[in-house]
């Protein structure tokens, strides 16, 4: 994945994947369900991004006289054309520090160059630039989707981008070859606020942490299923963890981390027999904080024999290392949900054949969870910025548990399947749990609330 220029959701009934189980639930009865299939999973589609599933629908204006808002804490799904620039409104206050994220989404397939992407900019009312980044597809020449991160930091020196008032985001598709497509891009925008510091701490990015990199975690693999997406990602914690990925194909995970840890993730790529090709930059692990700016990443070749990628070492998780210049280390100012994105390119087809190929993580944490800062207001969305409870018991759980609600309600379904239904009231008793794990984790803020 190419880098780098420049330094959730309304509730619904039900939870994602609910609709399958009640399909099976009333396979199980005999009946039938004309019922509407959960978001396509990674596996089912190569190359599909799963957008989050509360994303509310924004068209971007061509000026900003017309720009739609934005609302920290909300997510939204547009549009990108070939050509041309757009724009959205952001009302911030005077205080708090804002993010917007913009994953721009290739058709699978797509013939892309190197140098294609998506730029994204945040100025203020008198056209004063906050922050500028660009994402691009990178040397492996694959469509697959692509993140760029922009900030008004409200503590910043100087006199720009500072105030309470309006500012606009603006967006345009960056386009360097002459072969590239021309189709659309989705694009899903995701705002954050972070609110001030009750007391303002250091202002210096620590300087001594461990930079040695430790030997990774061994082990037999446990399986995991990565998601096609920032919202499907799978929870991760320390292990080591076996998935299958295909040519285009984009897997997401999830990894909380509080503060004060530190983390060390490598992707291995397995051996294949049968007659060697080479396939440069085949495979591409990078890492995203929680308000989805890049931290590090790295990309490897390959030409059948075991290859792997590894994240350089990082940080531990602490509010002041955003005063530090290089990614790797400013990435690591949040505690939260940072996520492991892994992608394999489309030419790996034409050399190896369609796959699956095996996909093995090594995730590694260190250290010891410190007290964060004391925030002197809530985030958008609320507890973007902490680990729960619930979200530690998940990262902690080893052999065969399941690492998240929906996993649960896997597990339960497979009971009901061998032990049979006694009857309706079972039914509606699964329902209703189904249901009161969709709404929450449907819902804004619902991880925080666990």
């Known amino acids: 994945m190419g880098r780098r220029t420049a330094w959730w959701r309304a509730g619904a009934w039900c939870g994602r994947g609910t609709a399958v189980r009640v399909v099976a639930?009333?396979?199980?009865?005999?009946?039938?369900?004309?019922?509407?299939?959960?978001?396509?999973?990674?596996?089912?589609?190569?190359?599909?991004?799963?957008?989050?599933?509360?994303?509310?629908?924004?068209?971007?204006?061509?000026?900003?006289?017309?720009?739609?808002?934005?609302?920290?804490?909300?997510?939204?799904?547009?549009?990108?054309?070939?050509?041309?620039?757009?724009?959205?409104?952001?009302?911030?206050?005077?205080?708090?520090?804002?993010y917007v994220s913009v994953t721009a989404v290739p058709p699978p397939g797509a013939t892309v160059s190197a140098g294609d992407g998506v730029k994204v900019s945040l100025q203020d009312a008198d056209s004063h630039s906050c922050s500028v980044d660009t994402a691009g597809i990178g040397v492996g020449r694959s469509a697959h989707p692509v993140t760029a991160l922009v900030e008004r930091n409200a503590s910043r020196s100087g006199t720009v981008c500072k105030g309470a008032g309006t500012y606009y985001v603006l967006v345009e598709r960056v386009r360097r070859g002459v072969t590239s497509s021309v189709d659309e891009w989705d694009m899903e925008i995701a705002p954050v606020s972070e609110p001030k510091l009750e007391q303002v701490g250091d202002t210096s990015a620590p300087e001594d942490w461990d930079s040695a990199s430790p030997t990774p975690p061994t082990g037999e693999p446990e399986s995991r299923e990565g998601g096609a997406g920032f919202d499907t990602a799978t929870s991760l914690g320390q292990g080591v963890w076996r998935d299958d990925i295909r040519p285009g194909q984009t897997l997401f995970y999830e990894v909380p981390l509080d503060w004060g840890l530190q983390l060390y993730a490598t992707a291995e790529l397995g051996s294949v027999s049968g007659d060697a090709g080479f396939v440069p930059s085949a495979l591409n692990l990078s890492l995203y904080n929680p308000v989805r700016g890049q931290v590090d990443d790295d990309g490897v070749g390959y030409d059948g024999s075991q290859r792997s990628a590894a994240l350089r070492p990082l940080p531990p998780v602490a509010y002041a290392n955003r005063?530090?210049?290089?990614?790797?280390?400013?990435?690591?100012?949040?505690?939260?949900?940072?996520?492991?994105?892994?992608?394999?390119?489309t030419q790996m087809a034409e050399d190896f054949g369609d796959g699956p190929f095996d996909l093995t993580l090594r995730v590694r944490t260190a250290n010891t969870v410190e007290a964060g800062p004391a925030y002197a207001g809530q985030s958008e969305p609320r507890g973007i910025f902490q680990v729960t409870a619930a979200q530690d018991r998940e990262s902690a759980q080893a052999g065969g548990a399941s690492t998240d609600a929906s996993a649960g309600g896997d597990a339960l379904m497979r009971v009901l399947a061998v032990g049979g239904i006694g009857g309706g009231t079972v039914v509606l008793v699964v329902l209703g749990v189904w249901t009161g794990l969709g709404r929450r984790r449907g819902r804004p803020g619902a991880r925080a609330a666990l």
């Open 25 to 98: 639930v009333a396979a199980l009865l005999g009946t039938t369900a004309g019922l509407a299939g959960a978001p396509a999973r990674a596996a089912d589609a190569p190359g599909a991004y799963a957008f989050d599933e509360y994303a509310r629908s924004v068209t971007g204006a061509t000026s900003t006289a017309d720009a739609e808002p934005l609302e920290p804490g909300t997510t939204y799904r547009s549009s990108l054309p070939t050509t041309g620039r757009l724009h959205y409104r952001l009302e911030l206050d005077v205080t708090s520090n804002a």
């Open 323 to 345: 005063y530090a210049a290089p990614d790797h280390v400013s990435g690591m100012r949040f505690a939260g949900s940072y996520y492991l994105v892994v992608h394999l390119v």
